[in-house]
């Protein structure tokens, strides 16, 4: 598995779809937090920052990328 599923497994979340559709559903701040930046590649990082954050144009660099989705988060924080 990649960063986006384990991230969405992480989450708590069904289907990947709905993590960025509805990501006030899902605890996708905890997921990211809890995920160390090493654990996957700098594309990986950079995919899963494009696909859930889709307004912007993410970084190349790991750690700028989990910023990010870290904000992004907090912008949509979980309802559950």
């Known amino acids: 598995m990649g960063l986006i599923d384990d991230l969405a497994e992480k989450a708590r979340?069904?289907?990947l779809s709905?993590?960025?559709l509805?990501?006030?559903r899902y605890p996708l701040f905890a997921a990211?937090?809890?995920t160390p930046v090493d654990s996957y590649s700098?594309?990986?990082w950079h995919e899963a920052a494009a696909y859930l954050v889709p307004e912007s144009n993410p970084p190349c660099d790991s750690e700028a990328c989990k910023r990010l989705l870290l904000v992004h988060a907090q912008r949509n924080p979980s309802m559950l």
Do not use: R, T
């Open 18 to 20: 709905e993590l960025k």
């Open 22 to 24: 509805h990501p006030e």
């Open 32 to 34: 990211v937090e809890s």
């Open 13 to 15: 979340c069904g289907y």
């Open 42 to 44: 700098q594309q990986e």
